[in-house]
């Protein structure tokens, strides 16, 4: 048999914060897609780096430049 849910466990669960926060600022810690361009040194065509970087509100500005 299932387990009934009550309303107090359906309001527990979506005020529940599942995000990581920074050490430093203690805000969220959001992922975001960061790509760069850098011409290939053996064909001289243009080559595009994707990587996953964590972003917050203290490294937000460093990681943009």
Known sequence: MAKAKTFAD???KATHDFTTHCPKCGES????K???SEKSTK???WRFNEKLVK???CNERETIK
């Open 55 to 57: 972003l917050c509100k």
């Open 10 to 12: 359906k309001v527990s």
């Open 34 to 36: 960061l790509v760069t």
């Open 29 to 32: 810690i959001v992922s975001a």
């Open 43 to 45: 064909t001289g065509a």
